[in-house]
């Protein structure tokens, strides 16, 4: 499981399922000045894990959702059961949740309120209606992700690329991060074997061949990252992606085509990244 993968939105899920949990352990409803055999009674009702069918439909169902709508986006490849993937079911079951939600704010005690003689003191309690604004704020969150960009921003930012070493330091991690040495480059030119510090090579050694070519105009290659995975298509417009960008991981961004960048992975491929949307420069 990849947490840098998940959103902001995945976020507002996550902390709108915890504060559902919460609301599970207050009051279903309260009771005031309602008469029932000739008798008033003014309580508060217990937990709403005292409700078989508010804990199935509403509490069950939208933590449920809520784990399912974060692992499809956190898990490298999304499960299925009976043909059909979790994440759009997930979402459909905090729908579910917060509609349940809302029947019960109407109708909290689930029709004993209705009892002849009965008055009109019945009203929802703290839990059931902490319980609605969760699972009203579950629904929209996993509803409104895939739409909205702010949305869309990596709950987990990436690394920021390491700081350049003095001349002479030794370099920090591994290709993939701005400053380190590319593969098949070698780094502040060491002596070879049996030549002493300082002398020169009796043979000019080869430069490395580059990694990409210095594009015309005044782009400057960068390094960046991206928010959420995002597909990296063929340069020749191929509709199929060659490769995916996975957050947390710095790419080499080598040319602009037009609202587009051509970005280079770590084993060298090249590709066209469409979406530039919240990527975050080096």
């Known amino acids: 499981m990849n947490i840098r993968s998940l959103t902001r939105g995945d ?13 599970s352990f207050l009051a279903i409803f309260s009771i005031d000045d309602v008469t029932i055999g000739g008798q008033t009674i003014s309580t508060e009702s217990p937990s709403t894990w005292a409700s078989g069918s508010f804990v199935l439909s509403v509490v069950l169902a939208g933590i449920i959702g809520a784990g ?3 692992a499809s986006r956190a898990l ?9 993937d979790l994440g759009p079911f997930g979402v459909a079951l905090t729908v579910f949740a917060a509609w349940s939600a809302l029947g019960n704010v109407f109708d909290p005690t689930g029709g004993v309120n209705n009892v002849k003689n009965a008055g009109s003191g019945v009203g929802p309690g703290i839990g059931l209606i902490l319980a609605l604004i969760a699972t009203l704020v579950m629904a929209a969150a996993a509803i409104a992700t895939p ?16 700081t350049p070493q003095p001349y002479g330091g030794q370099p920090q991690g591994g290709y993939g991060y701005p400053g380190a040495p590319q593969p098949g480059q070698p780094y502040g030119g060491q002596p070879q074997q049996g030549q ?16 990409a070519q210095q594009p015309a105009g005044d782009f400057s290659p960068f390094w960046f990252a991206v928010p959420v995975p995002r597909p990296l298509f063929s340069e020749d417009g191929s509709p199929a992606p060659i490769a995916e ?17 051509v ?16 990527i975050q420069r080096g």
């Open 147 to 162: 739409l909205v960009p702010a949305l869309q921003v990596a709950l987990v930012p990436a690394p920021k690329p390491a």
């Open 11 to 23: 976020g507002v899920v996550i902390g709108a399922a915890v504060l559902l949990f919460i609301a």
């Open 263 to 278: 970005a280079q992975t770590q084993d060298g491929r090249r590709g066209v990244l469409q979406d530039m949307s919240g």
């Open 68 to 70: 399912l709508v974060v």
């Open 245 to 261: 960008l996975a957050p947390g991981t710095w790419y080499l961004a080598v040319e602009q085509r037009g609202q587009h960048l």
């Open 76 to 84: 490298p490849q999304v499960p299925k059961v009976a043909g059909l």
């Open 196 to 211: 002493s510090f300082g002398a020169q090579p009796s043979q000019p050694q080869q430069a490395p061949a580059p990694q």
